[in-house]
């Protein structure tokens, strides 16, 4: 969906550097997501924000930092990456008022070295 | 915490044949979500059953949703080779909000042609 974008697609950076994804949206929907995917472990959530200014803790948010100044930006952080943190990310938004039906970005691979 | 468990993790099957995958929370749901994620690709929703004993129907696709509401199915008739991917359940991750969605481990379906 052109309605979320992910950048960059494909990353590779070395272990305790600071990296940064980002997420832009255009349907100013009010949640965005923050998830990883692992094999064996499905998605899980680490950041999620319900409006500009408003973040939350998901199930595995340590070494993660997100922010949202502006509705249509949702970026994550990861303070000092780590190997563990070689993943598959996925940003996503929703909107209240529907079936809290979620819209996926295409992903960035993050390797971290 | 809150678990949504999700069977097989693979499956292969004869082009034609049916599939099932079957979803079960550790707690009751308020509703469950099914998301479809081709090989290289990024989930995609496709429906959420919110009723008890909910069952709804896209052509080929069958979901159900537990009496309980703490299980789902999505059940595939006479499979084709577009049905390739991996199917995730997902319901919310708490009961005070339907937005922070626990997805499943997924199901891994391959169609041998």
């Known amino acids: 969906d052109a309605g979320i974008t992910q950048s960059p697609r494909y990353k590779i950076t070395e272990t305790g550097r600071q990296v940064t994804l980002m997420c832009h949206q255009t349907w100013s929907h009010s949640y965005m997501f923050w998830y990883r995917q692992d094999l064996g472990h499905g998605l899980r959530l680490i950041y999620y924000?319900?409006?500009?200014?408003?973040?939350d803790k998901g199930e595995v948010s340590d070494g993660y930092v997100v922010s949202r100044s502006k509705t249509e930006n949702f970026p994550l952080t990861l303070e000092s990456a780590t190997r563990s943190q070689t993943s598959v990310y996925f940003c996503?938004?929703?909107?209240?008022?529907?079936?809290?039906?979620?819209?996926f970005g295409q992903g960035t691979r993050l390797t971290v070295v | 915490g809150q678990q949504v468990m999700q069977i097989p993790q693979y499956q292969h099957v004869q082009e034609g044949e049916d599939f099932t995958t079957y979803c079960n929370s550790s707690?009751?749901?308020?509703?469950i979500q099914w998301y479809k994620q081709r090989p290289g690709g990024h989930p995609v929703f496709l429906i959420q059953l919110v009723k008890s004993g909910e069952v709804k129907k896209q052509k080929r696709l069958t979901f159900q949703f537990g009496e309980a509401k703490k299980n789902s199915s999505l059940h595939i008739t006479a499979t084709q080779t577009t049905d390739v991917g991996t199917y995730f359940c997902?319901?919310?991750?708490?009961?005070?909000?339907?937005?922070?969605?626990?997805f499943g481990t997924g199901t891994r379906l391959t169609i041998i042609p």
């Open positions: 996503a938004s929703s909107v209240v008022g529907t079936d809290f039906e979620a819209f």
């Open positions: 924000s319900a409006a500009a200014d408003i973040t």
């Open positions: 707690t009751t749901l308020s509703n």
């Open positions: 997902a319901g919310p991750l708490s009961n005070f909000g339907n937005e922070k969605l626990t």
